[in-house]
């Protein structure tokens, strides 16, 4: 029957599959030309291409073709599958773009070969890590609903515009005021431990400063206790135990720390869970380094005599140390500190193995050095091996002090063995931590926030619905016909 025509299947002409399959086939794959033997298909895994009761229905007679609206390029891979057997996807290849390809086929990605495999998997972890990372910048924001009460409303509009800086111009403001008074306080903590930002009771300026803290009638008992310092011990060592902070330095600690309070007692009322509120990190640091300011108050009013003693004041001293990790507020405005905190974070397993990796290599070279060194050697620098441990840290971190050093030849050989391990184990462990970080900050720089778009997730998502596929088939007509040689 060479020449002839085979119909559609109608009720009154049935012809088998069998006979209708021609024995290759024309694919246009995006415009594309594929032409592949039926042998070639049959058989094979897939719900379209080795069915072809399926593949009748992308037939175009005008064309004598069957047309899919795909990508010619990674199609490749798919036909090559088909003749070959094994599933290879290029090097340059969108893996969610090659999944949408091979779940539109029918093909199951564990197909795929080990030496591809890498490339394509690591896609799904990377995108997990970032959907976490997205999750973790926008977990501050707060949608009011319309079915809240007015309260609830404007408590979440005004705890938005607390947290997150780019909320309005109101947020804005009130994190730049906010740096300002973070900095101010910072800077007045560094400088309070200069003596030149100090007042000694020569100085005019000493009594402004005590006027802050005590009474007139108190102030003279003081400067008796002074002169009594002096002459018992000498003017300089009275000088320094009895120094004040500057009053302007004062002043403006006094500014900052009502700042704070005010801050605390907002973010305390406007914030969603007044029970989790103070589990907050923030919060803590910022509890933290204003307690020490109200403690010292307090002492100081109730016995000013304290204030220049050995006494708990002390204590409160490395309390104040809290006041420097205030910068941490810097998180909330600037983009790149909340990267490296959360890259931290995520890397804390890949620090941990550095640590146990350094700690081993430590024990062993500090071990090696303290007796290779000592052998026959009474000039050698360790004398223990708690001591050696000192040396092999700062070795094995490539800081080198130089306070220690092997004086024999075994020890120096030794010392080089440690320097270069030292060197291998953060070049195996840190650019981990690096790579996540640069991840993270360029995904942060260059992807919108989520939260922040109002494009349809479906149309952001466009490595699988922008391939989605129409059948080309007529609505309410019978099949085309199919034509063949016999």
Request: net charge negative; hydrophobic share 45%.
């Amino acid at each position: 029957m060479n020449g002839d025509v085979i119909h559609a299947m109608t009720d009154t002409e049935q012809v088998t599959a069998s006979e209708a399959v021609p024995e290759t086939l024309l694919l246009n794959i995006g415009g594309d030309i594929h032409e592949v033997g039926w042998k070639t298909l049959q058989g094979k895994k897939g719900k379209i291409l080795p069915n072809f009761e399926e593949l009748k229905k992308f037939y175009r007679p005008d064309k004598n073709d069957f047309f899919f609206d795909r990508h010619p390029d990674l199609f490749a891979s798919v036909l090559s599958y088909y003749r070959t057997g094994e599933l290879h996807i290029p090097v340059n290849a969108c893996a969610p773009a090659v999944k949408a390809e091979l779940q539109f086929w029918g093909i199951d990605d564990s197909e795929m070969a080990e030496c591809c495999w890498g490339n394509y998997s690591s896609y799904q972890k990377t995108e997990d890590m970032l959907a976490k990372f997205d999750s973790f910048l926008g977990k501050t924001h707060e949608k009011p609903k319309k079915t809240d009460s007015n309260w609830e409303q404007a408590r979440s509009r005004i705890w938005n515009d607390l947290e997150n800086p780019d909320a309005s111009c109101f947020a804005k403001a009130y994190a730049a005021g906010s740096l300002m008074f973070v900095v101010l306080s910072i800077i007045v903590f560094v400088l309070a431990s200069h003596p030149y930002f100090q007042v000694t009771p020569a100085d005019n300026l000493w009594t402004t400063t005590l006027s802050f803290f005590v009474a007139n009638n108190e102030t003279l008992q003081i400067i008796t206790d002074y002169w009594d310092r002096v002459n018992s011990t000498s003017l300089g060592r009275a000088n320094k135990d009895y120094a004040l902070l500057h009053p302007a330095m004062v002043l403006i600690d006094v500014i900052c720390a009502s700042f704070f309070t005010l801050d605390i007692f907002i973010r305390f009322i406007f914030s969603p869970s007044k029970a989790r509120f103070f589990t907050y990190p923030l919060s803590i640091i910022d509890v933290l380094a204003i307690a020490p300011f109200y403690a010292e108050l307090v002492i100081n009013i109730v016995n000013p005599e304290d204030m220049f003693g050995e006494t708990v004041f002390g204590f409160i001293n490395i309390l104040k140390i809290a006041r420097v990790f205030r910068i941490f507020r810097l998180a909330k405005s600037y983009t790149g500190m909340k990267v490296i905190l959360y890259s931290l974070k995520e890397g804390l397993a890949e620090l941990t193995l550095t640590l146990i990796i350094l700690v081993i290599t430590m024990l062993i070279c500090s071990t090696l050095m303290f007796y290779a060194d000592n052998v026959n050697n009474e000039d050698s620098m360790f004398t223990s091996i708690p001591l050696t441990l000192w040396w092999s840290i700062v070795t094995l971190t490539t800081v080198g002090y130089g306070e220690f050093v092997p004086t024999s030849g075994l020890g120096y050989i030794i010392g080089a063995i440690s320097a270069f391990f030292g060197v291998v184990c953060l070049a195996m462990t840190v650019p981990i931590v690096v790579n996540n970080f640069m991840l993270y900050y360029s995904h942060a720089r260059t992807t919108p926030k989520k939260r922040d778009s109002n494009v349809d997730p479906k149309t952001v998502n466009g490595a699988s619905e922008g391939y989605q596929n129409k059948a080309y088939e007529h609505d309410n007509q019978t099949q085309p016909t199919l034509t063949t040689q016999i």
